[in-house]
C-alpha cells in the first residue's frame, strides 16, 4: 500500500526567508508525487507533480521539490515565503494506474510579517 | 476553461437527515472523484467513477453513502442517514483519461462543507 508521511504539521517562517515542506513516501510502484494547496475555503490546486521524468521539480509560484529515491522523500521548497503563501499543503502519491491519490494529513504553513 | 463545480458550498442538517452534493466536472473529462475531507486530515478517497461506470468504491460507507454518474458527466452524493461522524468538506475532482499509464491532473472543486448536529 502507498502512503506519504508529513513530517511536519505546521510551519512558521518569516516573509522573505525559506520554506522547506517535508514529506516521506512508500510505495511498491515507482510513484507519482505530488503537491497540492489549499487556501482556506478554496479548492485543491495542483503545486507541481513528479512523474519519473527529472527529479528536481519546478512548480508554480516559486515553489520546487526534488524526488531522492534513496531517501523517499519528496520535500517541497521555495527560497523566498510570500505572505500569500500562507495554507494548507498536502504531499500526494498515486498508484499511477487509476491514479488513485493518496494524501498525507497536510502541514499548515504560517508566514509571519 | 471553466473548473469543476460543486454546490451546495455549506450545508448544516441534524442527524439522520438526508442530504445531497451534486458536481459537475470539467467538460470532457472522463474520471470524476469524490472524497471526504475530515478536518485536520488529508482528502480520502471515497469513489471513482470512470465514464458512468464507478471503478473503485472500497472505501465508501455503503450502508448510508450512494453515489451515481448518470450519462458520465454530473455526479451526486447522497449520505442517508446523517451521522455527526459525517461532517466534513467533500470534494469533488476530475481528470482526463489518457490510459493506465497517466499521470494527468486532478482538478478540484471547492468543496461542500457539511456539519452535522
Known amino acids: 500500500a502507498q502512503s506519504v508521511t508529513q513530517l511536519d504539521s505546521h510551519v512558521s517562517v518569516s516573509e522573505g526567508t525559506p520554506v522547506l515542506l517535508r514529506c516521506n513516501y512508500s510505495?511498491?510502484?515507482?510513484?507519482?508525487l505530488f503537491w497540492y494547496v489549499q487556501h482556506p475555503n478554496k479548492g485543491l490546486q495542483l503545486l507541481l507533480k513528479?512523474?519519473?521524468?527529472?527529479?528536481l521539480v519546478k512548480g508554480i509560484n516559486g515553489f520546487e521539490a526534488e524526488f531522492k529515491k534513496s531517501e523517499t522523500s519528496f520535500h517541497l521548497t521555495k527560497p523566498s515565503a510570500h505572505m500569500s503563501d500562507a495554507a494548507e499543503y498536502f504531499c500526494?502519491?498515486?498508484?499511477?494506474?487509476?491514479?488513485?491519490?493518496?494524501f498525507g494529513q497536510g502541514t499548515r504553513l504560517t508566514i509571519n510579517p | 476553461e471553466a473548473g469543476v463545480a460543486q454546490s451546495p458550498r455549506y450545508k448544516i442538517i441534524e442527524k439522520r437527515q438526508s442530504v445531497a452534493f451534486w458536481c459537475n466536472p470539467i467538460?470532457?473529462?472522463?474520471?470524476l472523484y469524490w472524497y471526504q475531507q475530515i478536518l485536520g486530515q488529508g482528502p480520502k478517497l471515497l469513489i471513482q467513477f470512470q465514464n458512468n461506470g464507478v471503478v473503485d468504491d472500497s472505501q465508501l460507507p455503503k450502508d448510508r453513502f450512494s453515489a451515481e454518474r448518470l450519462k458520465g458527466v454530473d455526479s451526486t452524493l447522497k449520505i442517508q442517514p446523517a451521522k455527526l461522524e459525517d461532517s466534513a468538506v467533500y470534494l469533488c475532482?476530475?481528470?482526463?483519461?489518457?490510459?493506465?499509464?497517466?499521470?494527468?491532473?486532478?482538478?478540484f472543486g471547492p468543496g461542500t462543507r457539511l456539519t452535522v448536529l
Open positions: 510505495s511498491s510502484y515507482s510513484p507519482s
Open positions: 475532482a476530475s481528470r482526463t483519461y489518457r490510459g493506465a499509464k497517466g499521470t494527468d491532473t486532478q482538478y
Open positions: 500526494v502519491v498515486s498508484d499511477g494506474g487509476a491514479q488513485k491519490l493518496v
Open positions: 513528479y512523474t519519473s521524468a527529472a527529479t
Open positions: 467538460s470532457g473529462h472522463a474520471t
